[in-house]
């Protein structure tokens, strides 16, 4: 069994060597009034992290490490979580994919605008006008989106560089914690797990004419630890791991449940992670597959992942009031 | 002076260590045949690139390094030459700004949305139609994009990674040399300058668990030069130099200009590269700054980047001819 991170060490190095975001405070209190708001009201709620960190190389920064992520996976959660009767706060990278819009970022919205203009007016003036049959699902997509805006159901917070990330993290979890059980935390954000300490960094872009780069990347802290040990100590908390080689998969999701001790590790590998993912809990191990049939039908793997976790949480609730 | 880059190691370089895009002949041929098409028509051609590179860490990619830049300057600047006349390729960052639509990325869609039903018709059924007062420059930037369209007078090509930018801007120069002075290329995208080789890379998702990261990076060719003497040396080529430090920004131009022997480099400064630019060429150097009343009549600084850079066109095109 491997050793446990020290907690204390970890909330040491958050502060000093990750810039604290100016508006954490604002943040952290809306979204505590957030989740007493639908607590009160019987709604769990689901912190939801999704898309890529930044990490830059330089403090003016030009260059960045990154990781890959759409953000689809959040996104699309984000929504099957909704449809289950849950409030969402979702953490998400700045232009990632955002829960209903995602469904047309495909498309170039002039492509699908057209001028309406009354009898006898001008073919260029007038209403523009959404062209149904370019963009079918519109009006359905759009009256859902309204009925959660009208509900506040959904609490939208950007982050763009790890610190922001492990801040805004830190902040949601603390505001969480006051809904205990009720809360969910679900870590699907693609997060660096390497950075350049501000007190390293160059200020100055680097310039390419003093030759080839040297990289000295220190290793991120593992921010789960603290989450789950102080922070949000009651909540149900769902973290992610993808792997492109698939033969270490379970084995790391069942080492980071002994390690931190959480409740969920949805293990997912890079070529096939829309299509197959295996939930590992201390107890169990489930593997959601889509069938051909499922592909045909438009389903998505995020609609099992939500309905897997969301049984999880109800029976870990009654576990805990038990 | 420096010494001038040889031109056939670039070219080698190309061809082994950076993977050639499958579809790079295809698009060479669409390109070719767009220039070809608006040259006949008496109208000039800007090859425009724009937005950051991806370079990868893994070849499974998980991790990546890449450049700041929204591409921003890249879609306003391919709207100013579309105005001045010229025909456009946009070679750009997949998900980066777009003309015309760059307009309203900031905005959510669907809240600019609302349904408008036929007369005693359910509230959410019927048309689905922009909100003009919340996006009240619609319908005259529609207008301009269909204009636009419809004389198929915009050629968007997309890249990704490092690689791929690199073999498309070579096919690109290669497809337009046959329209000689009449090209312009405007090199505004934000190219890594530093790249590891596919022959030195890991196949699978670097592990944490080994502890910090050591990144050794080498330095991506100079593709400028051959893209000057051999793919295009005919065409007006103009390149960017962006820094972070003023006092080695015009040094650093003159230099380029002196290494490439190209006709301009347009050089800024981050903090404020919206506000003020300086177009440097061989002979001359023009500071083109935005007035506070220019900001507050929404000038865009890309407006004067291309008036003079179209100018300077005219009259390289007559001293060619002449």
């Known amino acids: 069994m491997m050793a446990e991170p020290r907690t204390s060490s970890i909330e040491g190095k958050l502060s000093e060597e990750f810039a604290v975001p100016s508006h954490v405070d604002e943040v952290k209190e809306k979204m505590a009034a957030f989740a007493r708001h639908h607590a009160e009201a019987g709604r769990k709620v689901v912190l939801i992290t999704s898309g ?19 953000g689809r996976r959040g996104a699309s959660s984000a929504e099957y979580f909704l449809d289950s009767g849950y409030a969402v706060i979702f953490l998400h990278r700045h232009r990632s994919l955002y829960p209903y819009v995602r469904m047309f970022l495909t498309v170039n919205m002039l492509d699908v605008l057209q001028f309406r203009g009354a009898e006898g007016a001008a073919a260029n003036s007038g209403d523009v006008v959404i062209n149904q049959q370019l963009l079918p699902n519109i009006a359905k997509v759009l009256k859902r989106y309204n009925e959660v805006k009208d509900g506040t159901l959904l609490l939208p917070i950007e982050f763009n560089t790890l610190s922001e990330y492990l801040h805004l993290l830190k902040a949601a979890a603390q505001a969480l914690s006051s809904i205990g059980s009720k809360a969910m935390f679900y870590l699907a954000a693609a997060v660096s797990d390497f950075y350049i300490p501000a007190s390293e960094m160059p200020e100055h872009k680097i310039q390419s004419s003093n030759g080839p780069l040297q990289l000295s990347m220190k290793m991120v802290p593992k921010i789960l630890s603290p989450l789950v040990k102080d922070w949000a100590p009651q909540a149900f908390v769902t973290s992610f791991k993808l792997e492109t080689d698939s033969s270490i998969l379970i084995d790391k999701a069942r080492r980071a449940l002994d390690t931190y001790r959480h409740q969920a590790v949805v293990a997912n590998v890079l070529d096939s992670r829309r299509g197959y993912v295996v939930v590992v809990t201390p107890e169990t191990q489930a593997e959601l597959i889509l069938t051909d049939e ?27 009031e038990g």
């Open 294 to 320: 499922d592909v045909k039908n438009e389903v998505e793997i995020e609609d099992r992942i939500v309905s897997n976790l969301t049984s999880a949480h109800t029976k870990f609730i009654t576990q805990q």
């Open 52 to 70: 890529g960190t930044k990490v830059p190389l330089e403090s003016r920064t030009v260059r960045f490490l990154d990781n890959f992520s759409s």
